[in-house]
Each structure stands twice: as structure tokens, then as C-alpha cells.
């Protein structure tokens, strides 16, 4: 199994990780549980268990971008916010999930999410 830097988006086997300082508060209850924390920059790491999160950006309807893959979808949608800020909603941004099986999934965000 492969675990995910949910800050620089790099993965890591198992043995590679390093024990999570202050679990506690690092964990929110009811999240999923992170498997260990980032050698490079130290950032909490999940594992990959099927789900990949990706953000699709077309950059003036034009070219396609792919950012990811992202550990949890909290950190693709943070993303998504930033390059929708960054690009001042000229570049259309999509989600993209790829599912255990392997089949890409797109949806667009909705208005709301954006702004809110
Ligand atoms: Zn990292």
C-alpha cells in the first residue's frame, strides 16, 4: 500500500513514513486515521486505499492541467479554491476522482462551492 502526503502530494511506502508528533492534535476525530507523517516535510501522510483525488484545471478552455494526486479530497478542494483565486475564474476547474478500480471520474464544482 502506498500512503500520500496530504502537503507536497508525494508518496511513500510504509517503511519510509516516520511516527506522528502530537497525534492528537493532529487528528480530527472522525477523520481517517493518517498512517504516518512525511519524511520530506513532515505533513501528515494517508494511505491510499482506492480513492485518488485530482483537480482538473483547462487553462483557457485550451490546455489541460492535472494537479495531484491529493491524499483526501479536503486537500484537492483547497486546491481547486487557489487555482480558481489564481486564475480569477478564467481557466474552467474540474474534479477529478480516480476510484480503486481505476475509472476516472469528472464533475464540475458547483458556483456555490467556489464562493463559499
Ligand atoms: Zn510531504
Redesign the pocket.
Known sequence: MRHL?D????SFGEKKLKEIKDFLQRVEPGGIVPSGE?P????L?YPVAGMRFFVLQVVGDIEPKLHGPYASQKARDKMAKRLRKETAGEDGIFRLDVRADGRPEVCAYSAGFMTG
Do not use: T
Open positions: 502526503c502537503n507536497c502530494g508525494k512525511c520530506e516535510c513532515g505533513a501522510c
